[in-house]
């Protein structure tokens, strides 16, 4: 699919709605000349234009079309009409997120080399292909990584110190947020989850970090979130040191398979 070609929705056959973004939905889609299969971002210019969103897309658009990652969901292309902005992106089902550490260890480890932070890794934004292979997804919040940033973005659940004490931060907010994923795939639910949103954000600050006694978790594993999840972000784990870590040298392929179930005994993963 070639980025120099004009496009418009007539290349397109909408199959279906998959999902809805902040100012717009995503459909299924096949592009008719080719028969190949994308999802189509589609967004609306006058929501953009009432939240003056239109550097925020642009920046998301350059940012996602200049990553090129097996792990990393591709976006071929874009165009406009007078009313929608069209993103043609890779499709990606939903599967089992929690079971590819070493891969987005991987992708944000590349990510981060291309000066590149993405700001909102969440289950909702990881996807996996036909293949199995785990994508990122929704460059929405992206920023470049060349200086310290200091918007609050994000999802509370998944938000690091320095983010909800409003101070400058850099690409260890991605870091802190591949602990949070390990916790939640081990334990059923985010380390810092509370009944009210102030309530969280004090744990978060304090890294009111627990482990509880059922289900069965190794002591290994324990070690990886401990070292992700660490108020100072100068010393959380680095995403080279993740894959040189023995609970994923033991649990995961990093080329991309599936973490292995032996390291819990039983998990409710916590949709």
């Known amino acids: 699919m070639s980025t120099s070609e004009v496009w418009s929705l007539s ?7 998959i999902g809805e973004g902040r ?3 995503v459909y299924l889609a096949r592009e008719k000349q080719s028969g190949y299969v994308v999802a189509l971002k589609v967004i609306f210019k006058a929501k953009l234009q009432k939240y003056h969103f239109h550097a925020h897309l642009r920046r998301e658009i350059e940012i996602q079309q ?3 990652h097996p792990n990393v969901l591709r976006l071929f292309t874009w165009f406009h009409d007078e009313e929608r902005v069209v993103l043609v992106l890779e499709y990606a089902a939903r599967g089992e997120l929690y079971k590819y550490v070493a891969s987005l260890a991987g992708a944000l480890a590349y990510c981060h080399k291309k ?4 700001r909102d890794i969440k289950p909702e934004n990881l996807l996996i292909d036909i293949e199995g292979r785990l994508k990122i997804a929704d460059f929405g919040w992206a920023a470049r990584s060349n200086a310290k940033r200091h918007t609050l973005c994000g999802t509370i659940d998944y938000l690091a110190p ?3 004490e409003k101070k400058a931060h850099d690409h260890a907010v991605d870091n802190w947020t591949l ?6 795939f081990l334990y059923g639910s985010p380390p810092f989850e509370a009944d009210e949103q102030d309530d969280t954000l004090r744990r978060i600050v304090r890294v009111d ?4 006694s059922s289900p069965c978790v190794s002591s290994e594993a324990k070690d990886l979130i401990s070292k992700l999840l660490v108020k100072d972000s100068s010393k959380r784990l680095c995403l080279e040191d993740i894959m040189k870590h023995p609970w994923i040298k033991k649990n995961a392929d990093p080329s991309g398979s599936c973490i292995k179930q032996k390291d819990v005994t039983r998990s409710k993963v916590k949709r």
Do not use: N, R, T, W
């Open 115 to 118: 000066q590149v932070i993405h």
């Open 162 to 164: 320095e983010m909800v």
């Open 209 to 212: 970090l627990a482990f509880p």
């Open 11 to 17: 290349d397109f056959e909408i199959s279906k709605y």
């Open 23 to 25: 100012f717009g939905k």
């Open 179 to 184: 602990g949070i994923l390990c916790y939640e």
């Open 66 to 68: 200049s990553l090129d």
